[in-house]
């Protein structure tokens, strides 16, 4: 048996056939690797099946082979479309609401493959790491991550360009980046990086990294593809100097060429500002931009028109018309044809990124012979020390800059050397076989040394104790408060005896005093109690708490160091009384109520590398938990340990805290009295807000939950 891979990509358009590479920020390099990948596994003996998950896109604006369910790449790999989110396609930033929705559908998916999971799940970029991390802990399949670009860098570089940390934020999701990164950090079995810096540098920002999951496996290049040979040199000289001779005066000055989306990472303007402000660039050199295709730049982006205009007005500052080329449309079989191109007229390739991963445009230049000059950031270094065919330059100096392009320009005896060392470098070091063979070689190796899943699924010779739609009330604050208990109380009776229908509790209680309170209520019987803010689960009148659960939680939890490392903060919040504290929970509550406390207190944990994640409820109640437990993970290991639909579990929400309960696919009522912080799920199709002051029915009737209405 061959290795059986699962791939996440989320956003951006991927498809097996002429990638829209550079069509938006969403859609550049990753997409391309990440397809070349999967297409260089699927040929490999060693490999039985791999796929691809991406999102399902119905959209007029974009073709429709986005909105197929499934695409067949070869015998043995396919894309999967899911629906998630809106059904048009939109920017990255928005989908983060909706992504939990995607982790359980494809949890749902692989639980029916019981027998053919995937050996691993490789989560490229912070939104698939968020949901591989959701699907890795509920399955027990091992992870691997790969971010790409990283949030903590990309806020760094953001902020000492001066750009407010709001905007950031509101432009970014920058906070909600980097904790999906953190979480995918704590989850994954092993961490691909393609340099040194890359995991030296900016992974070790991250609370949760840990150096001995990393493995380095630069990409590859594919040499049929990018090499220095024009085997039809006139054809491809026709069609070029079709595409650029519109904008130059002179077609034949060596060329300063730049490909890349606009965004502003990429810093264009800088490269066009730098050209400007030199005279000696300017009559040694055309500049060449391919920014990726655009029909109207009106109906771009807001950050890819915001760049398009600033290369517009710089181009009109310095009057660079005639040496400037910014072509409206390439195709992306005609780049390996751009590169010779350039090559051929002693041409240097130019990457001004702030922040560059890795740079596989660097090597695909570089097999052309096409010698470069780059940002001194991340991934160049590790190319240039291997293929020595270019320089080095801080790209945020101009003159720096400036300085490095016209010294690269100046001698032809080592613009040779460099072009000869492009190629042969790429060709010894950065081949896609060799990137291909070393992950397989990796994704073997690692396999051996993992503890084999410690549970399966639903168990066809149990009986569930869970029924087949289970119902979740709130012991600490629904039923409380609840003036609608009695009503209530009557209409599950009717329904006691139904063995299809059971009703759960949710408390942060242990299961004595969560007994105790609730006899009070008079209420049917439960058949299954989530105590201790999600950490302990037991079923009816058992007194033994589900040890499957326990152990998948309490994985590196110590007690003890959650304490101390928040110690110190005990001017903002104090540890409650010994009733409320749970082996697998410390509780505490808050002297003023204050939402920048949970930010805090999760930067305090992960700086201490702890397994741990804080809740507040209710606005003055905060337990800190181990990592993988809360209330929504419980349901979640309820329903696949007893074979229930998310779809069948309905639970009643109402207080500040409870969003992750609402979450994903799971059915909810939010009753009229209800913490406004909840508001925001209103437009949320599984989600039914309550117009009844005395109860919930009015929601339990819409959702037929009980089969008498």
Known sequence: MGLKLLHLNLHGLIRSHDLELGRDSDTGGQILYVLELVKGLAARPEVEKVELITRLIVDRKVSSDYSKPIEKISDCAEIIRLPFGPK????????????????????QRLQKENNNLPDWIHAHYADAGYVGALVSRRLGLPLVFTGHSLGREKLRRLLAAGIDHDQIEQTYSISKRIDAEELALAHANLLITSTKQESNVQYARYGRFSSKNVEIIPPGVDLNR???????????????????????????????????????????????????????????????????????????????????????????????????????????????????????????????????????????????????????????????????????????????????????????????????????????????????????????????????????????????????KLLFLDLDNYLEESK????????????????????????????????????ETRLPKPAVWICQAGTEIYYADENKSDIFWQDSISVDWSRNDVEKVLFDLKDYLELQSTEFQGALKVSYLLKEPSHAILPLVRKRLRQSGLAASPHLKCHWYLDVVPLRASRAEAIRFLT?????????????????????????????????????????????????????KEGVLDGLKHFRFFKSY
């Not at 009557?490 to 509790?505: C, D, M, P, V």
Request: hydrophobic share 40%.
């Open 88 to 107: 048009r396609y939109v920017r990255k930033e928005l989908l983060w609401p909706y992504l939990d929705d995607l982790a359980d559908q494809i949890v």
């Open 226 to 468: 990018f090499h220095s040979i024009a085997y039809s040199l006139n054809k491809e000289e026709k069609e070029l100097n079709k595409l650029f001779k519109p904008f130059l005066r002179d077609i034949n000055l060596p060329p300063l060429l730049a490909i890349s989306r606009a965004v502003r990472r990429k810093n264009i303007p800088a490269l066009i500002e730098t050209y400007g402000r030199s005279s000696i660039l300017q009559q040694r050199h055309n500049l060449i931009l391919i920014l990726g295709c655009r029909e109207d730049s009106r109906q771009l982006d807001k950050q890819q028109r915001e760049v398009f205009q600033q290369v517009f007005d710089l181009v009109d500052k310095y009057n660079l018309y005639g040496k400037v080329a910014y072509p409206k449309q390439h195709k992306r079989e005609q780049i390996p044809s751009i590169y010779r191109w350039a090559a051929n007229r002693n041409g240097l390739f130019v990457n001004p990124a702030l922040t560059e991963p890795f740079g596989l445009t660097l090597l695909e230049a570089a097999a052309c012979g096409l010698p470069m000059v780059t940002t001194d950031d991340g991934g160049p270094r590790d190319i240039l020390s291997r293929c020595d065919n270019g320089l080095l330059v801080d790209v945020t100096d101009l003159e720096a800059f400036r300085d490095g392009l016209e010294t690269a320009g100046s001698n032809p005896s080592l613009w040779k050397t460099w072009s000869n060392n492009g190629v042969e470098g790429v060709s010894r070091h950065f081949s896609w076989d060799a990137h291909v063979c070393n992950y397989i070689a990796l994704m073997q190796k690692r396999l051996k040394f993992l503890a084999p899943r410690y549970w399966t699924f639903a168990n066809t010779k149990e009986t569930s104790p869970i029924g087949q």
């Open 484 to 519: 609608g208990l009695s009503i209530l109380e009557k209409k599950l009776k009717e329904h006691s005896l139904n063995q299809n229908f059971q009703l759960g509790i949710l408390t942060g209680r242990s299961i004595k005093a969560a007994r105790y309170r609730y006899a």
């Open 640 to 692: 696949l340990r007893w074979g229930l639909s998310l779809e069948n579990v309905l639970v009643v929400a109402s207080q500040q805290g409870d969003d992750e309960l609402i979450k994903g696919l799971t059915t909810n009522v939010i009753p009229f009295d209800h913490d406004s912080s909840l508001d925001g799920f209103r437009s949320q199709q599984r989600v039914f807000f309550s117009d009844d």
